[in-house]
Structures are given as structure tokens and as C-alpha cells.
């Protein structure tokens, strides 16, 4: 699912691009809230850590001029009590810029999560709630006419946002899948689609900000030594583009490293790698860094290059 957006612009300023428009993430179940905000940091299942920060940094397309560039600096906290009904609050501030084209927004996060025991199973319904900036350098744009007023200025618009999801987990209690988690979730993390006019007297042109419909969908299985396996799913769908769906098997030692690949139905290859630091130093908290590379694998079509992904996240248990 490609974002063209600032691929149609030099082309036609009168097109509409609809395509994947939102930033994409290799390792995504350490970006969750800003994808499903009623899901829970994947931390609390495996440490029980219910407070959690972390910042992402994600280059698409190396060695392609103006390729897609996100930064992302997230955090919530899980209230984790028994009872009918807990809080999950939480936000973050998000930058992406693809070419002549970008937009930063900064988003609040509020969920409710039902459960008896949150150790156990809960449901939750989620609500993002923002304001972004939406920009255009026409300095960046190739017009068609060479001298054209509205290549010499910068556009900017702010508007607000929502998004809207739900989630459910539950662990399992049976044989050799005791203990284990599943998980799963649906999220439309643009609710407001809107159409963004940027120009001036002299010329305008446009462009169409489209819903997008996330599932997700997980399973932890822990092994006898404390290591496990995660299964992971993430399907993404916007109008007028193929249904993308990402497959992911990571592996997590009992001690301070993991590792994982996947593939997704555009054949793109995944691979990540991390390191923990925490508990297996007597800390009550837990420090992750993580890389992912995607690499295309696709016989058709020009070559996109790789893309090179960097996380950092600090959980604890309050």
C-alpha cells in the first residue's frame, strides 16, 4: 500500500490521492496506542508492567530522495485493579513527512478497559483525540509551469482528529497453552476524513485525508524457561487500495535479547532485533531498544529501497 500522495502532486495539483496515507511501522505492537487506542502496551502481559514510555524513529525507502521519514514519542498508563472497570489514559505526539508533504499531531488518549481481573481478560473501547498540522511546501513541488506563484510558498492548516477502537485479551488455562495470551483488535485511527484545500489567490490545489480500518490480532506463548513466541497480525485497509496484511513471528529469550521476521501480502520482509535491560539486573523496570529492516522482495515494479526503524521503551510496574 503505497503513500502517493507526494508522488501525484507534481503530476496533477487537481487529483485526489488515495492511497495508505498514515505512517506504517515495522515494529508495531511497541506503537499500538497510536494505531488501536483501546489496546494495551504488550509489556503488561509479559512483565505486568501497566506504565510505559517509548519513542520510534522510522526512515522508509533509503537511498529514494524525499522518502517517507516518522518520529513518534508515546506513553500510557493502565490503571490495573480488580473490578468492573479500569482506566487507560495515555497520548502522543507523532511527525511525519513524505516529500513536499507532512503533518504533526498531538493526541490524547482515553480508554476504559471492563474486567473482573485485569491479570486475566478485559475489553476495551478507546478514544484518540487530537489536533494536527497539515503542511505543503510548494517550494519542494515540480510545476509543470516554472515560475508558478504557488511553487513559492509554504501551506499550512490545523485541523482537529479522532480515533475510535476496541480490543479484548484473554489468557488461556489449558494444557500446554497455560498462561498463554491472545489478543485482537479494531481501530479506525482517522475517524475525521477531510478534505484539505492549500493555496492562495493565485492557485490552490487539493488533497483527501481517508478513514483507514486496522485489525490486529496476537498470541503469546510462553515456554517452561520464561522465553516465548509471539504471533502477530496486522491487516490495514483504505479506499481504493489493496487490503495489506502483515505476518510476524518473534522469539524472546528468558534473558535481555529478542528476535523476529515476518512478511506482508505486498512482500515486504521484516526482520527486527532487540535488547532488554531490567529485571535480569535486579531492576524493577524494564528498558527495551529494538531495530527493524524491511526489505521488498516484489518482482514487479522499481525498486524502493530498504527501510530502517529504531525504537527505544521503559516500562514499569506502578
Same mark, same amino acid.
Request: aromatic fraction near 14%; hydrophobic fraction near 35%.
Given at each position: 500500500?503505497?503513500?502517493?500522495?507526494?508522488? %501525484?502532486?507534481?503530476m496533477?495539483?487537481?487529483?485526489?490521492?488515495?492511497?495508505?496515507?498514515?505512517?506504517?511501522?515495522t515494529?508495531?505492537?511497541s506503537?499500538? *496506542?497510536?494505531?488501536?487506542?483501546?489496546s494495551?502496551?504488550?509489556?503488561?502481559?509479559?512483565?505486568?508492567?501497566?506504565?510505559? @514510555?517509548?519513542?520510534?524513529?522510522?526512515?522508509?525507502?533509503?537511498?529514494?530522495?524525499?522518502?517517507?521519514?516518522?518520529?513518534?514519542?508515546?506513553?500510557?498508563?493502565?490503571?490495573?485493579?480488580?473490578?468492573?472497570?479500569?482506566?487507560?489514559?495515555? *497520548?502522543?505526539?507523532?511527525?511525519?513527512?513524505?516529500?513536499?508533504?507532512?503533518?504533526?499531531?498531538?493526541?490524547?488518549?482515553?480508554?476504559?478497559?471492563?474486567?473482573?481481573?485485569?491479570?486475566?481478560?478485559?475489553?476495551?473501547?478507546?478514544?484518540?483525540?487530537?489536533?494536527?498540522?497539515?503542511?505543503v511546501?510548494?517550494?519542494?513541488?515540480?510545476?509543470?509551469?516554472?515560475?508558478?506563484?504557488?511553487?513559492?510558498?509554504?501551506?499550512?492548516?490545523?485541523?482537529?482528529?479522532?480515533?475510535?477502537?476496541?480490543?479484548?485479551?484473554?489468557a488461556?488455562?489449558?494444557?500446554?497453552?497455560?498462561?498463554?495470551?491472545?489478543?485482537?483488535?479494531?481501530?479506525v485511527?482517522?475517524?475525521?476524513?477531510?478534505?484539505?484545500?492549500?493555496?492562495?489567490?493565485?492557485?490552490?490545489f487539493?488533497?483527501?485525508r481517508?478513514?483507514?480500518?486496522? %485489525?490486529?490480532?496476537g498470541?503469546?506463548?510462553?515456554?517452561?524457561?520464561?522465553?516465548?513466541l509471539?504471533?502477530?497480525?496486522?491487516?490495514?485497509?483504505?479506499?481504493?487500495?489493496?487490503?495489506?496484511?502483515?505476518?510476524?513471528?518473534?522469539?524472546?529469550?528468558?534473558g535481555?535479547?529478542?528476535?523476529?521476521?515476518?512478511?506482508?501480502?505486498?512482500?515486504?520482509v521484516?526482520?527486527?532485533?532487540g535488547?532488554?535491560?531490567?529485571?535480569?539486573?535486579?531492576?524493577?523496570?524494564?528498558?527495551?531498544v *529494538?531495530?527493524?529492516?524491511?526489505?521488498? @522482495?516484489?518482482?514487479?515494479?522499481?525498486s524502493?529501497?530498504s527501510?530502517?526503524? %529504531?525504537?527505544?521503551?521503559?516500562?514499569?510496574?506502578?
Open positions: 500500500m503505497n503513500r502517493l500522495l507526494y508522488i %501525484l502532486l507534481p496533477l495539483l487537481s487529483q485526489i490521492a488515495e492511497a495508505q496515507q498514515l505512517p506504517l511501522f515494529q508495531y505492537r506503537n499500538q *496506542g497510536a494505531i488501536n487506542p483501546a494495551i502496551n504488550g509489556d503488561y502481559f509479559i512483565n505486568e508492567n501497566n506504565l510505559s @514510555v517509548g519513542a520510534s524513529y522510522r526512515r522508509q525507502w533509503t537511498g529514494i530522495d524525499a522518502a517517507p521519514v516518522t518520529q513518534l514519542i508515546s506513553g500510557e498508563y493502565f490503571q490495573a485493579q480488580k473490578g468492573g472497570f479500569n482506566f487507560l489514559t495515555g *497520548g502522543y505526539l507523532i511527525n511525519d513527512n513524505i516529500g513536499p508533504t507532512g503533518f504533526t499531531g498531538i493526541y490524547g488518549r482515553f480508554a476504559g478497559v471492563i474486567t473482573g481481573d485485569p491479570e486475566y481478560a478485559g475489553i476495551s473501547v478507546g478514544l484518540n483525540l487530537g489536533l494536527v498540522q497539515y503542511k511546501d510548494g517550494r519542494e513541488i515540480q510545476l509543470r509551469d516554472q515560475g508558478d506563484v504557488i511553487g513559492s510558498q509554504s501551506y499550512s492548516q490545523w485541523y482537529p482528529d479522532a480515533g475510535l477502537g476496541v480490543f479484548a485479551y484473554t488461556l488455562d489449558f494444557g500446554s497453552f497455560d498462561n498463554d495470551y491472545i489478543y485482537g483488535g479494531i481501530s485511527p482517522q475517524v475525521i476524513g477531510l478534505d484539505l484545500n492549500f493555496g492562495s489567490d493565485e492557485g490552490e487539493q488533497t483527501k481517508v478513514q483507514h480500518i486496522y %485489525l490486529q490480532g498470541w503469546y506463548h510462553f515456554l517452561s524457561d520464561d522465553s516465548f509471539e504471533f502477530s497480525s496486522w491487516v490495514k485497509y483504505a479506499p481504493n487500495a489493496p487490503i495489506n496484511l502483515d505476518f510476524n513471528l518473534r522469539y524472546q529469550m528468558a535481555n535479547f529478542w528476535g523476529g521476521l515476518g512478511i506482508s501480502s505486498a512482500r515486504n521484516h526482520l527486527e532485533a535488547f532488554i535491560l531490567g529485571g535480569n539486573l535486579g531492576f524493577s523496570n524494564t528498558v527495551k *529494538g531495530y527493524g529492516f524491511d526489505y521488498s @522482495v516484489s518482482d514487479f515494479g522499481p524502493v529501497g527501510t530502517h526503524e %529504531l525504537n527505544l521503551g521503559v516500562s514499569l510496574n506502578r
